[in-house]
């Protein structure tokens, strides 16, 4: 090939890559949780459980880097050593994403976060595009010294190291900046739970897929069915859309809160006025700082008329109160463990409703004192 010629495919190469590598971190960075839970379900298929503790930090850098690189191959910043990362990195997911199509068959494969769902098979095919432009733009540029950092290219790459980690821990520590879940703010839960689904989605089924905790035994279940609801016994692994509508997407219909008097769905959903609906994930590990946000929380609702209530994965077998530090009793519901992590991307946090739309939602962190 002449050298032009080269220099132009090369330089395309070069956009189309950095463009997706810059979309596919941005993505995913912007929500850590979600990669986390993905990482986590990669991890149990493959049987290395005893790495999750580590997958939100590993979330939070592989995100990162991902938008680092993008930035860097679209800014001209060691095109060479990014081209060698981005080679590697095509080649090892090209042959993860041919496992999860074939021998351990995922539904998505996460490469676009919540914003864009992609089978298995359309990732493959993707990353098979991707990776020769990899090949090409570490050939047009494989004479460039490696580690011959310009103090120019220092700035830069330590510019987008700080931007890109640093977006990932601030999505943490709050909330995901852009929404791409069923339950953003605006959405009316209940009346979205019973939209008319298309025509194509009647016969439908939503499958539960979850492994217990005791035996590592998957059983699948129906939304129906409330055994799955029990978090101490059953984890959560996958959920999938069987009969008509095969497809990938987030469901609301799974939404659910029940204890130990029945199912509180409908009742809290189509409360009128101003409900705030507190999510618990562990109450032993809720903090001081956060139990006293939650505290003066519970005295604003009480003071201002509205309801408040609190809904936990953990299971409770009669019907609870709590009390966040010495305010008021708020009634406690079992929430599935999924189905509050795809509503609030916390460990602790709030979700606001008036007349069943979400009007807000924040962190823990982020409820005022």
């Known amino acids: 090939m002449k050298p032009r010629s080269l220099r132009i495919l090369s330089e395309v190469c070069r956009l189309i890559l950095g463009a997706t590598f810059l979309l596919s971190g941005f993505t995913k960075v912007v929500d850590p949780w979600g990669t986390a839970i993905k990482i986590n379900e990669y991890l149990s298929i493959y049987g290395f459980e005893f790495l999750e503790p580590g997958s939100m930090a590993f979330s939070i850098w592989l995100c990162g880097a991902e938008m680092m690189m993008g930035c860097m191959l679209l800014c001209k910043v060691r095109i060479r050593l990014v081209s060698i990362f981005a080679l590697v990195s095509m080649l090892f997911f090209a042959g993860l994403t041919l496992l999860s199509a074939t021998i351990i068959p995922v539904e998505d494969c996460g490469c676009f976060g919540e914003a864009l769902k992609l089978t298995p098979w359309q990732t493959f095919f993707k990353n098979l595009v ?174 201002e008329g509205s309801g408040m209530v609190c809904v936990t994965p953990r299971p409770l077998h009669e019907v609870t109160w709590h009390t966040f530090g010495r305010g008021v009793a708020v009634r406690c519901y079992n929430i599935d463990a999924s189905t509050m992590k795809t509503m609030l991307r916390a460990r602790n946090g709030v979700v606001e409703l008036l007349d069943g739309v979400i009007v807000a939602k924040r962190n823990c962190r982020d409820i005022d004192e």
């Not at 830069?156 to 929404?179: A, E, K, N, Q, V």
């Not at 905790?213 to 692994?237: H, K, M, S």
């Not at 959903?269 to 956060?290: E, K």
């Open 130 to 303: 991707l990776l020769p432009m990899a090949a090409v733009v570490w050939y047009r540029y494989r004479h460039d010294r490696i580690f011959a950092f310009r103090r120019a290219e220092v700035v830069l790459t330590l510019f987008f190291f700080l931007l890109t980690m640093g977006l990932g821990t601030w999505c943490y520590r709050h909330l995901p900046l852009m929404d791409f879940l069923p339950y953003k703010v605006g959405v009316n839960i209940y009346e979205a739970m019973h939209a008319p689904a298309p025509q194509a989605e009647e016969d439908a089924a939503v499958v539960l897929v979850y492994r217990n905790r005791i035996t590592g035994a998957e059983r699948e279940f129906t939304l129906d069915d409330p055994e799955w609801q029990d978090a101490a016994t059953w984890e959560w692994v996958d959920t999938r859309t069987a009969g008509a509508a095969q497809g990938v997407k987030p469901l609301i219909g799974e939404f659910s809160v029940r204890d130990a008097e029945g199912d509180a769905t409908e009742e809290l959903l189509t409360r009128p006025g101003r409900l705030y609906i507190v999510c618990v994930t562990d109450f032993d590990r809720l903090g001081p700082r956060c139990e006293r946000r939650l505290e003066r929380l519970a005295a604003k609702a009480a003071a």
